[in-house]
């Protein structure tokens, strides 16, 4: 285990961190209200109001994700350059990582509009069967891998990178990351059916930040204290629920 790598930057991590959560709370709260929707009357898969929420927040999403790595990347190396932010092996995993989750999204989304407007003598034929396969199979697995590869980069790069957070931020920070990695580790899981690859991934991310950071230093990272609480407590969770399953697990 590394020791505590000292402070390299003044860049806003902490602040960094802070929107990102935001935007991914946002994302999961909007979806959760609009889950149960009818599909519309009409041509329309979509409403309109979800066809503009389902692009623009994800949208919000990534950006706050580029940023994140930007000033991460910044805090590292002490200025921006091409090399940094576009051809190092990090910066390549980072964006095709970005790239494979908003296609896996895009892909879960159009399927699952198109799944919920089939007329009834459709639902049990061969149609229903392959548009379920890219909402639930290709849609999430690529959004999770995505999810998976461009936390990866920021952990291992961001751990240690901007100042310590104290008091009531640590509470925040935890709280937010139990709201959103650990609910995005269980809902593709549960929902997605991606169990396995749920696991594995919450395992590595896991393995990689208790190897950078020792863990009384988790809470007290900015970056750390976001990613870490919910990917690991949803990983155990996880691997708790599938035992008393005995399968796959899922929702009462």
Do not use: C
């Not at 505590?4 to 930057?9: A, D, E, F, I, S």
């Not at 959560?21 to 329309?44: H, K, T």
């Not at 927040?57 to 200025?79: N, Y």
């Amino acid at each position: 285990m590394r020791t505590t790598t000292p402070v390299r930057g003044t860049a806003p991590v902490a602040r960094s961190t802070f929107w990102l959560m935001i935007s991914l709370l946002a994302w999961e709260i909007y979806q959760g209200i609009r889950s149960g929707a009818p599909a519309p009357a009409g041509d329309w898969a979509l409403a309109p109001v979800d066809l503009v929420f389902l692009i623009l927040l994800p949208a919000l999403a990534a950006f706050a994700f580029a940023r994140l790595f930007l000033v991460v990347t910044q805090s590292v190396r002490g200025s921006l350059n091409v090399y940094s932010v576009i051809s190092s092996p990090f910066a390549w995993i980072f964006w095709v990582g970005l790239a494979l989750a908003l296609i896996g999204h895009g892909i879960h989304i159009a399927g699952h509009a198109i799944g919920r407007a089939l007329p009834d003598i459709y639902l049990e034929g061969d149609l229903a069967a392959k548009i379920s396969f890219l909402d639930t199979q290709v849609g999430y697995l690529l959004l999770g891998f995505g999810f998976f590869l461009t936390t990866a980069v920021v952990l291992l790069l961001g751990q240690g990178s901007g100042q310590r957070i104290m008091g009531a931020e640590r509470v925040v920070f935890v709280l937010g990351s139990l709201a959103t990695f650990g609910v995005v580790f269980i809902y593709l899981a549960v929902e997605g059916g991606q169990l396995i690859p749920a696991i594995a991934g919450s395992v590595v991310l896991s393995v990689l930040g208790f190897w950078s950071l020792p863990p009384y230093e988790i809470t007290r990272d900015p970056i750390a204290a976001f990613i870490m609480p919910g990917t690991f407590l949803s990983g155990l969770a996880l691997i708790i629920w599938t035992v008393v399953v005995g399968g796959q697990p899922t929702w009462p």
